[in-house]
């Protein structure tokens, strides 16, 4: 089975929040809503998508849901990959933890949350990873200050 038979399978089970949006050669994209994401990548991890590789957040300023964070799946049974990628809006900027599900999303959900401000709904141990716990703000979101001494420092041109 592809991915586009995995979400065939979980649509045909009323599942409306996914949908397949590219598909070329051994590679796949799949868009998920939040309520249907673990479901989703758990139906991935049933079909031999067992190997995960990463997940990343993603900044879209001009965008109504301003940030999509990005689950990489691959099989090792045949050379296979997909990209999971669920969408939130800037002022509810929550997804659910897929933890439990893959054990490996652990230290990336902590990332894409230090430094997008993600925050990942029922993570065992949602806490800064790479920067201090006092540091104010999320250094890759694209509206992030690029110059000054703090975050809320005023950006000095000459």
Same mark, same amino acid.
Do not use: C, M
């Given at each position: 089975m592809s991915a586009a038979d995995v979400v065939e399978r979980l649509r045909?089970?009323?599942r409306d929040g996914v949908e397949l949006v590219?598909?070329?050669?051994?590679?796949?994209?799949?868009?998920?809503?939040r309520e249907a994401l673990r479901?989703?990548?758990?139906?991935?991890?049933?079909?031999?998508?067992?190997?995960?590789?990463?997940?990343f957040a993603v900044?879209?300023?001009?965008?109504?849901?301003?940030?999509?964070?990005?689950y990489q799946f691959s099989r090792l049974t045949r050379p296979e990959r997909v990209f999971v990628h669920v969408?939130?809006?800037?002022?509810?900027?929550?997804?659910p933890s897929v933890t439990d599900l893959v054990a490996?999303?652990?230290? !990336?959900? @902590?990332?894409?949350?230090? =430094?997008?401000?993600? /925050?990942?709904?029922?993570?065992?141990?949602?806490?800064?990873l790479l920067l201090p716990d006092e540091w104010e703000g999320h250094p890759l979101r694209k509206d992030y !200050?690029? @110059?000054?001494?703090?975050? =809320?420092?005023?950006? /000095?041109?000459?």
């Open positions: 045909a089970a009323g590219a598909e070329k050669g051994s590679e796949s994209r799949v868009r998920s809503s479901e989703t990548i758990q139906a991935l991890l049933d079909d031999g998508f067992t190997l995960f590789i990463d997940l900044d879209y300023p001009a965008r109504d849901e301003r940030f999509e964070v990005v969408a939130a809006p800037a002022d509810d900027l929550h997804v490996g999303a652990n230290w !990336p959900e @902590r990332e894409a949350y230090d =430094l997008f401000g993600v /925050v990942f709904d029922g993570h065992p141990n949602l806490t800064r !200050p690029t @110059r000054g001494t703090t975050p =809320l420092a005023p950006i /000095v041109t000459e």
